[in-house]
């Protein structure tokens, strides 16, 4: 295996994601939470701003740093906000506990006062809601400011792909996309995919040139890149559970 995937590997499993660049990219297999359509942030217009003149990593960074007092602080703050029960939700899938129907119900109701009935798509109000979540979650990835709260970030996240998979139109290709697996048992073994246009440093990069000699100079450039967020994510984790540990103590 390349050095490139294995640091592209190391990175996404340390902060319980798939990597964007490994994954399965069909929407219909619902066993990848993707970011929903048209749902945009902070991050993409600055990457979008940007045009490639600098490496992602440090564009991220610099947005992180702009985007930390509108941030959510701590776990307790998802815990007793609106997205309080779909945090216990999100909680008891990562632990495979079986849901009831009380909680089929409420991430179906939930996520159907986010989308237009007729059409399936978000309405403003999902909009809303999904690109606080995602801005959220792209800030503790970038970050690694607080584990917990990017862990409760993530459960919601997985509640509400419950949601999502309750109201899709099962199809043959549905079936098929989800392969053995019924769709809704597949959603609730998801895996949350970063937006691969915010993350994908290499790709991007090789795209924009023919020239070999200078995609392999770039692709070292990437590669270092998601090494320097490996040590910086580990680093800052290392630090918040020794922190949450001392605050137990308290």
């Known amino acids: 295996m390349s050095t490139n995937n294995n640091a592209s590997q190391t990175l996404f499993r340390f902060v319980s994601l798939r990597n964007p660049q490994l994954t399965e990219t069909k929407r219909r ?3 990848f939470i993707h970011r929903p359509s048209g749902v945009r942030g902070l991050f993409d217009e600055a990457i979008a701003s940007d045009a490639g003149k600098n490496l ?3 564009v991220l960074s610099e947005v992180a740093r702009q985007f930390d007092t509108a941030s959510f ?17 999100g909680r008891k899938i990562s632990k495979n506990e079986k849901l009831d129907d009380f909680h089929f119900k409420f991430t179906k109701t939930f996520y159907g006062n986010l989308i237009d009935l007729s059409n399936k798509e978000l309405n403003s109000k999902g909009l809303e809601v999904f690109q ?6 792209i800030y503790q990835v970038v970050t ?6 990017k862990e409760a970030i993530g459960h919601v996240l997985k509640a509400l792909h419950i949601g999502f998979a309750q109201h899709m139109e099962i199809d043959e290709d549905v079936i098929k996309a989800n392969g053995e697996k019924k769709p809704l048992e ?4 998801g895996k949350i995919v970063l937006p691969k246009y915010l993350f994908s440093e290499d ?9 070999t000699s200078r995609s392999t100079s770039e692709d070292k450039i990437g590669n270092i890149a998601q090494q320097r967020l490996i040590a910086k994510a580990e680093k800052n984790l290392v630090v918040s559970k020794a ?5 137990s103590l308290i």
């Open 29 to 31: 297999n619902l066993g």
């Open 56 to 58: 992602k990593l440090n």
């Open 73 to 89: 602080k701590t776990e307790k703050e998802i815990e007793t906000s609106d997205f309080g029960q779909l945090l216990i939700i």
């Open 132 to 137: 606080n979540l995602w801005n959220n979650f």
């Open 144 to 149: 690694q400011k607080d584990f917990y709260t």
């Open 186 to 189: 597949n959603a609730l073994i």
């Open 203 to 211: 790709n991007d990069l090789n795209a924009t040139t023919s020239d």
């Open 243 to 247: 922190n949450y540990r001392k605050e």
